[in-house]
């Protein structure tokens, strides 16, 4: 799984732009193959920056996102930061959840 991830410093008066052009990519999303999921979070700080994450099933299929007009949505949100914006691509080769927790506090 791949984790594509954009945080952005809003210009003065561009957060709600930026909410909306993001929104929108979101929504078209639902139905690409290999988007298993996007989020968008505002965080509460003095930057006031939203982040905005992917979850893509292959460095192949996000690769193809990127090459596509939905992405220049993206880049278009990115244009109206305040500074550049910070991106970043994680790969993630394993994943655990509550079971990893259990067996840890199992043995304390």
């Known amino acids: 799984m791949i ?13 709600v732009e930026i909410l909306e052009i993001l929104r929108h990519v979101q929504a ?7 988007c298993l999921s996007s989020y ?7 930057d006031q920056a939203i982040l905005y994450l992917e ?3 292959s460095t192949d299929e996000l690769h193809r ?3 596509s007009r939905e992405y220049l949505e993206i880049m278009a949100a ?3 930061a305040s500074e550049a914006p910070q ?7 394993c994943s655990q959840s509550m ?10």
């Open 28 to 34: 078209l999303l639902r139905a690409s193959v290999g």
């Open 55 to 57: 979850e893509w099933r």
């Open 3 to 15: 984790i594509a991830s954009v945080r952005i410093i809003p210009l003065t008066g561009k957060r």
């Open 40 to 46: 968008i979070y505002e965080e509460c700080d003095d």
């Open 87 to 93: 991106i970043r691509f994680d790969e993630v080769a």
């Open 65 to 67: 996102h990127i090459e």
């Open 78 to 80: 990115m244009e109206l």
């Open 99 to 108: 079971e990893l927790i259990e067996a840890l506090r199992a043995t304390a």
